[in-house]
């Protein structure tokens, strides 16, 4: 089976995306107060829907942080701010997304290279599903693997990834069968995203966590962004809570780190998302650029594009790049409107789905309805 055709060549696409960067001047609106953020969210934590979260904003306006509810429990809690770290949950994907881009513009692989290329040799045998599996196939979640592999050890529903290790992945890989057609429908899977991150930080000789801290965390000054935390971070890092707000273990994302490994702190995020928005210089703009390319459209949401690992809402012709992440006691959501060149991450230590409120800060930010 011959390899599928290249659309672009790394150089042509570079100049490409470097014109795109170029975006027209935005006029800067003033960024929304607490009250009025308060007036979105602030009933989440009054309620006892969500124990703490932060939210914060980015515009050519600059940057802003409010905190709400409380991080950490009974007298000794404070109102979490802009350093207090959450998990990330998928957000991590991006990071991985990001990498990959990376790795396609600086000519390490093509993403259309099957993966079998970088997977240690004998891993796949040539009767596999996954022979013909690509970096865009799994980045696009149409690779036609699971959301998650038949073989964690860990029987604790509070910490389902714990114990799992890169030889399981490995194992797991080399005896997969696919649950649809390579290429052609969209399945969300966790997998494909912790295969990407194994195969980027192998092909770089290092640990995944490592690749990321290197190539996106130092450039862009992400001090807090990491899959191990220091004794200080640690210290920062909020509980989980469940629905009924009970604390909850975090969860240990070993063996999938390219998944959902990544914790972070909303300051952290939003020099992420300043950076995705080209609202400050940096050399990962065009990879940025890159990764938010929509390059699969989703039939079963007619609003929903991917690219590598970010989901590209359109409504009205007007474009939304955004993730969310969901893991043991927290929600995490960065979502950004390109062409406003403003931003919204919402951050969140009770479990749930508080999509409906990002939406709206973000409503709030621009002074736009979605679409308009």
Known sequence: MPRRPLLFSAPLLLTALLLLAAAPGVQAAPLPGRQATAHLV???????????????????????????????????????????????????????????????????????????????????????????????????HSSGLPEGPDNLPSKDPQNPMAGYSTGLLLRYVAQAALIAPLGQNFYYSNVGAALTGYLLARAAGVDYETLVVERICTPLSLADTRVTLSEDQRSRMTHGHDAKGRVVPNWEVSGLEGAGALRSTADDLLAYAAANLGLTPTPLLAPARLAQLPRKHVSSIPTLYIGYFWNVMNFGGKEYVLHAGRSGGYYALVLMSPIDMSGVVLLCDTEGDFSKEGWKLLELLTGKSVGS
Do not use: C, M
Request: hydrophobic share 35%; proline share 6%; aromatic share 8%.
């Open 42 to 140: 602030e009933n989440l934590t009054r309620s006892g829907r969500v124990h703490g979260l932060v939210v914060g904003y980015v515009s050519p306006a600059g940057r802003k942080v409010y905190g709400f509810g409380q991080r950490g429990e009974g007298r000794v809690a404070k109102v979490p701010d802009g350093s207090t770290l959450f998990e990330l949950g998928s957000i991590t994907k991006t990071f991985t997304g990001l990498l990959l881009a990376q790795a396609v513009l600086s000519g390490q692989l093509h993403d259309t290279d099957p993966i079998r290329l970088t997977l240690p040799p004998g891993t796949l045998a040539k009767d596999s599903p996954l022979w013909w599996v690509s970096y865009l196939d799994l980045a696009t």
